[in-house]
């Protein structure tokens, strides 16, 4: 086990500068570095779990959070409609160890 930071825990501690939408207790949402669609959204649970492999059922609480948050961010960025994605262990296209939603919309 390593105590490496993730990139988003670094992020979360403001020790790498993002543009930060929201925050809460229990997560962040950041705007993507690299955006796939006008908006692109990355909401992020504080708690560095890194897939959804390692999820256990005390993770429940801040997963709902995170999806109920799903749609009220995209209606305060005049979104009718989004697509989400959780990209999951390397074979899954993940990038970034610590878990994080994809919110895209036009
Ligand atoms: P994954 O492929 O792991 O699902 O997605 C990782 C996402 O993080 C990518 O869409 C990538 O553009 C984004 N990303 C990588 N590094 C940074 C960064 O330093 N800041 C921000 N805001 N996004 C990043």
Do not use: W
């Amino acid at each position: 086990m390593t105590s490496e930071k993730t990139l988003f825990s670094k992020i979360i501690d403001r020790e790498i500068p993002s543009t930060i939408v929201y925050e809460d207790e229990k997560c962040i949402v950041i705007n993507d570095i690299n955006p796939k669609a006008r908006v692109h959204l990355l909401v992020i649970p504080k708690k560095p779990i890194a897939t959804l492999f390692e999820l256990t059922p005390e993770d429940k609480d801040v997963m709902g959070h995170m999806m109920l948050l799903l749609p009220q961010l995209a209606q305060a960025q005049n979104l009718e409609g989004f697509k989400t994605q959780i990209n999951t262990g390397e074979a899954g296209g993940q990038e970034v160890f610590h878990i994080h939603i994809h919110l895209l919309g036009n």
